[in-house]
């Protein structure tokens, strides 16, 4: 499967390098050095409005599969939060590079960060959900990807229905270009109808050739998919994002920090990313109200945004800016309100539990008099009319 060039300009190198290049003391001292800049440098958790969010809910009791080149769960910011799925590249690990676009995404959706308090390192989106890792493609710099059509025709609709078949409420795809074009294919629509009945929530990234021939990216454009777009910190459209009119929303998606293999990070643009972060709203919408349809987690994420574009909607700009806090006010909403408390036992026949507490019993029993009261008042009240008289020639009016 092939997907768009990755945009991915390194703006801060030095958080790659190993701690002995550094001058620090010692790996520790590097750890906590390199974790504390990343942490800095995450704009996204204030415009997406992450710690509002978090006073709901960190996405916890929530499995989101990403299906990427692979996600190592030795990095410190996910350790403990990975399941590992299957490689269906056909590809292996050997002798190839792997994982590095992959762990960055997961970083975005589930990253806890590390250290004391968690104060250092990647926070994700849903830092209390656990992620899936299924491999469907290679790494962009991996030169077996130029030789072959990884996992061929199969590897994203096969990844799809295995998340869905493991559990996972919320699908990460931050891919691009069909299997192997950009026209899609039946077999991953299909994957995605399957995904979708079965109530699992699909976000993919819209693309990054918004610069040249913003072609319909795939499986951005599939019907139920969540396509992002992405924009800089200043809420400005990123020029690779595409624009396209099965965008839903745009995120963050310019100098985003990631984890990038272990103990490391990196510092990248992309629409990828932007879509992770979404994917991620979607992890928190489904911990907090696990009873809303895919279509209606969409719905409270498009409705939940700012920076909205004139007449509510723009190929470049989706339903606007995608907002944590926004999305979960949206989608209690949604979910209506709580169940109303069952009624008395006695519209459901008898209780197996045993007779009803004595203070309602009371409270029965008083209602059952007033009735009786009444119906006798009303029987006098009728009998009294018949007994008298009729006056003024003894004929009835």
Known sequence: MRR???RAALLSLFLLFPSSQLGL?????ADDEMGALARDKQWQLGTLRLHDAWRVTQGDNVLV????????????DLRGSVVHGPDLTGAGRAGGVWGHHGTAMASLIAGHGHGKGKAGGVLGVAPAAKVLSVRVTLENSDPRRAKRRAGGHDALAKGIRYAVDRGAQVISMSLGGGSG???????EEEAV?????????????SGNDGESTNRKNFPAAYPGVIAVGAVDRNFRLAGFSNRQDYLSVVAPGVDIVSANGARRYVVGDGTSSAAAMVAGIAALIRSAYSDLSPYHVRRAIELGTRKRPRGGYSTGYGHGV???????RVAERLAGPTQPPPLPAEHFGEDPSGPPPGSRA??????VALAL???????????????????????PP
């Open 4 to 6: 768009p060039r990755l």
């Open 193 to 205: 109808q399957y995904a979708v009945a079965h109530g699992a929530v699909l976000v993919a990234s």
């Open 181 to 187: 074009s950009w026209e899609g294919s039946a077999a």
């Open 322 to 328: 995608a907002d944590a806090a926004l999305a979960l």
């Open 65 to 76: 599969a990403v299906l990427d080149t692979g996600v190592r769960g030795d990095h410190q």
């Open 25 to 29: 003391a010692t790996p520790a001292a």
């Open 362 to 367: 009371l409270v029965i029993a008083g209602l």
């Open 373 to 395: 009261a009444l119906s006798a008042r009303i029987l006098l009240h009728h009998d009294r009319r018949r007994a008298v008289p009729w006056s003024r020639g003894g004929a």
